[in-house]
């Protein structure tokens, strides 16, 4: 079974009406059994209901289904997090909306995680969690530090320790230093680990840069299988132009594939 986090450039409505890139994005779409895809822009779910109503026409038995979060942001500016699974596969057991409201360090995210514990019908780990995050560059390394407070939140709510952390880090370059990258909780822990390193490249433009994550704890790591984690270059796969890529996105997805049940 393979998991997936993708943020797809302001994803939206007016994106959905661009079939070439709809197209593209389709086809990233159907390659994961569970993807959450980050920078989404679809206060009415129009984007959401396209996108899986697409999926499901290119599929026997229209097994795609999705959860949206509600738009979160300070201000004006907000994105919502979509998660769009396969039913056949897996069931979501229960939703959680990080509230960010400890005392003394409230809104330390931009946008809360909107964390989703699944069921899975196949896979040697029958239930897990994932918690998706979207950084605010300026703000990640205290954003990524507090997504440890996120999982003690979700181990005392849910007592499980299953639990894989995705999503856009904005976790290299200016934004995150590797002195910066010491100080943090997740990394600290010898409990977690990060499944892309610090050298792969996750960005679909002439950088080179490591900005999308998937950190697992050691008892979700059980269940992944080993090497799996990498980013996904949609480009190359599909032989698409610099231009034509950036239309898609600026990101590549990061992808990771689970053991199956009976299966070591």
């Not at 086809?27 to 993807?35: M, P």
């Not at 950088?207 to 008892?219: E, F, G, L, M, Q």
Request: aromatic share 10%; net charge negative.
């Amino acid at each position: 079974m393979k998991v997936a986090s993708f943020n797809a450039r302001r994803f939206g409505i007016k994106k959905c009406k661009n079939e070439d890139v709809m197209s593209v994005i389709t086809k990233i779409v159907l390659r994961y059994d569970i993807v959450v895809i980050l920078e989404v822009f679809d206060s009415k779910e129009k984007a959401a209901k396209l996108l899986t109503d697409k999926l499901n026409s290119c599929t026997k038995g229209c097994p795609y289904k999705y959860v949206l979060s509600r738009p979160l942001g300070r201000g004006d500016y907000k994105e919502q997090y979509l998660f769009v699974y396969r039913d056949d596969v897996v069931t979501v057991k229960d939703i959680y909306q990080y509230e960010d409201a400890q005392e003394g360090d409230e809104d330390a995210f931009a946008r809360e995680p909107f964390v989703v514990r699944f069921q899975s019908k196949t896979t040697a780990l029958k239930d897990f969690v994932i918690i998706p995050v979207h950084t605010t560059p300026k703000d990640s390394v205290k954003e990524i530090d507090e997504l440890y407070d996120v999982y003690l939140a979700v181990k005392e709510k849910w007592k499980t320790q299953r639990v894989m952390i995705l999503g856009d880090f904005n976790a290299e370059g200016s934004y995150v230093s590797k002195k910066k990258m010491k100080t943090i909780r997740l990394r600290q822990d010898p409990n977690f680990h990060w499944l892309i390193c610090d050298e792969q490249d996750t960005t679909a433009t002439r950088t080179d840069c490591s900005y999308d994550r998937i950190v697992v704890h050691n008892k979700m790591l059980e269940g992944i299988v080993p090497n799996s984690a990498r980013p996904f270059n949609f480009q190359e796969e599909y032989d698409l132009t610099e231009e034509e890529t950036l239309d898609v996105s600026d990101h590549y997805p990061i992808e990771v594939e689970l053991k199956m049940q009976g299966k070591k």
